[in-house]
């Protein structure tokens, strides 16, 4: 695992939130046929949207006087400021800078996600990884730097 050297004290906290955003898959360059041809219905002009489920997952010591890895009420704030409030009730194609020229896929927000959120975690705490629900059957994860051997 890049960059961590796991000791007994380290725990990893989990923490889900859910928001709700549009969008539309649709590359500018690309003639109407290729974009229908490569995204189908998620081309539609009109976008369409999804309640997501977004995992953050954190590690760190446990704190010997809290006996917390990280207070709740902190990392409430943090993706109520980094996620919820760019990207809940929003269409990604129009309201968020980030994907003014890019694609808005699963993928994408996940991306968007841990650059939002890496850099509000400091040394011994940091974010693990991200696990992004689109619809229960549809999920990715991503790991930064924490990416497993495969």
């Known amino acids: 695992m890049g960059g961590f050297l796991l000791s007994a004290d380290f725990v990893f906290l989990s923490r889900k939130i859910y928001f709700s955003s549009a969008h539309r898959y649709h590359i500018e360059?690309?003639?109407a046929d290729k974009n229908l041809a490569v995204f189908g219905a998620c081309n539609n002009?009109?976008?369409?949207g999804h309640n997501y489920e977004l995992e953050v997952t954190v590690l760190g010591p446990v704190n010997e006087d809290t006996g917390m890895v990280?207070?709740?009420t902190d990392l409430d704030l943090i993706l109520k400021e980094k996620i919820m409030n760019p990207?809940?009730?929003?269409?990604?194609?129009?309201?968020?800078?980030?994907?003014k020229d890019r694609v808005p896929t699963t993928e994408n927000i996940i991306l968007f996600?841990?650059?939002e959120l890496a850099p509000c975690f400091s040394h011994p705490l940091s974010l693990y990884k991200?696990?992004?629900?689109?619809?229960?059957?549809?999920?990715?994860?991503?790991?930064?730097d924490n990416t497993p051997s495969v």
């Open 87 to 99: 990207l809940d009730h929003k269409h990604l194609n129009h309201e968020v800078p980030y994907f």
């Open 113 to 115: 996600c841990w650059e």
């Open 29 to 31: 360059s690309w003639s």
């Open 70 to 72: 990280i207070n709740l």
């Open 45 to 48: 002009p009109y976008g369409h």
């Open 130 to 144: 991200l696990k992004l629900y689109e619809n229960p059957e549809l999920f990715v994860e991503y790991y930064g």
